[in-house]
């Protein structure tokens, strides 16, 4: 049996097995003085420190404990890099006429066609580190760059890869984006390959297991909300958790489909219209808003603080991607959410955790600190959640603990 105890914590946490929605987002549960302890990678105890209690524990003097991170929308398993393009941008090109000219994902679909799953796990595997390092136990990963059969189940299996780790530093929760964008193979074709997709890969990729939710980039130019609710509407019937990228460069009426077909998801949403907004806020959707991609793309921020005050679930993610937002920065994100959207720092703490956690669909058994769920959790170099975007894009997490064991200090 392996316990770890940590004591004299100052433990903040939002409670639930389901995403907290609008006001409730700012209500954490506050032990100011307390103990928190993980049996075999699960949490058994959170409370109050416990008196004649012969476990070892480490003492945190007071710094505040917080479960550890999710982070529900990345593109962590790519080939290459595309720092040309951001060069273009700082110049004034936008995201999609570099997208029009044969950059962009189909860039990156190159470059992870010819990478090797070994390369693909060591520099998987490289990021992860940095990620723990800023306090994250769960990573959503999309695949998406291989945009073929045998590229697509490649960056899916890189992702089993690491989940099969017993030593692993994060938790991988998969997900299928073969709509990502069109491949050169399909030119002009993109209801052919929307079929070849529901036909063909969402069957196989659920017959080897490799992904738990599908995704599909629903935008002017990629693909349509119709595509879209076809696609979504096939992997929903064959068991998959939904997610859409939604109204990131124009309106299209993304988030109104996300509630349409109850998604665990919609993310970007910096386009997203009134209506879209108050549908999610009835529905079961997270909003899920990415800052550091309109940082990087110099897009206007998604309307956080107005979703929260419409009713809706909020997360964060980092949208770490080689294209529009090379950047996994837990900190930052965290600043910008703060500064920018206008969240208080409990709501980011939630959006970050919970409510990253119902995005992906594991709310039941991660982020939050509570008896039962996994013994993921942060450390902050701190009495005070506040360095969290006070310390602006500057690490505060001293220690992270995946399933129980401490994976980065
Ligand atoms: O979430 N918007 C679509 N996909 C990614 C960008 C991927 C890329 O540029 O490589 C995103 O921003
Ligand atoms: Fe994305």
Request: aromatic residues 6%; proline residues 3%.
């Amino acid at each position: 049996m392996s316990t770890l105890r940590i004591i004299h914590a100052n433990i903040l946490t939002p409670k639930g097995r389901k995403a907290l929605h609008g006001k409730a987002m700012n209500e954490l549960h506050h032990i100011p003085d307390g103990e928190i302890t993980i049996v075999d990678g699960t949490i058994d105890y959170v409370g109050h420190v416990r008196e004649n209690i012969d476990i070892t524990a480490i003492d945190a003097q007071g710094r505040v404990v917080l479960p550890g991170f999710v982070d529900s929308h990345t593109h962590l398993v790519f080939g290459g890099f595309r720092p040309e393009e951001f060069m273009w941008r700082m110049r004034g090109d936008s995201y999609m006429s570099i997208m029009e000219r044969g950059g962009g994902i189909v860039n990156t679909m190159k470059s992870t066609r010819e990478a090797s799953t070994e390369q693909l796990v060591e520099k998987t595997r490289h990021f992860i580190d940095i990620m723990s390092r800023m306090g994250v136990t769960t990573v959503e990963a999309k695949s998406g760059y291989g945009l073929d059969r045998e590229a697509e189940l490649k960056q899916l299996r890189v992702m089993a890869e690491i989940n099969d780790d017993p030593e692993r530093k994060v938790d991988i929760a998969t997900t299928y984006l073969g709509a990502h964008a069109l491949p050169p193979e399909y030119d002009g074709r993109h209801d052919e390959y929307i079929d070849f997709i529901i036909r063909e890969m969402l069957p196989e990729v659920k017959k080897q297991n490799l992904a738990e939710n599908c995704d599909i980039f629903c935008e002017r130019g990629v693909f349509t909300v119709e595509q879209s609710r076809r696609l979504l509407k096939a992997a929903a019937d064959m068991g998959y958790g939904i997610k859409i990228h939604a109204d990131e460069i124009v309106t299209t009426g993304g988030a109104e489909l996300s509630a349409e077909l109850n998604a665990l998801s919609a993310d970007h949403l910096l386009h997203a219209s009134d209506e879209g907004i108050k549908a999610m806020a009835h529905s079961d959707v997270v909003a899920t808003l990415l800052p550091l991609t309109a940082f990087t793309l110099r897009e206007p921020y998604a309307h956080g603080r107005e979703m929260i005050d419409s009713g809706c679930a909020v997360a964060l993610a980092t949208d770490l991607n080689p294209g529009s937002c090379c950047s996994g920065s837990i900190p930052l994100t965290f600043a910008l959410a703060c500064i920018y959207m206008n969240l208080s720092v409990e709501e980011a703490i939630t959006a970050l955790t919970l409510n990253g956690a119902a995005a992906i669909g594991r709310a039941e058994y991660i982020g939050s600190l509570e008896p039962g769920k996994l013994g993921d959790l942060v450390m902050l170099d701190s009495d005070t959640h506040y360095t969290l975007p006070y310390y602006t894009g500057m690490n505060s997490v001293i220690m992270t603990v995946k399933r129980g064991r401490i994976v980065s200090y």
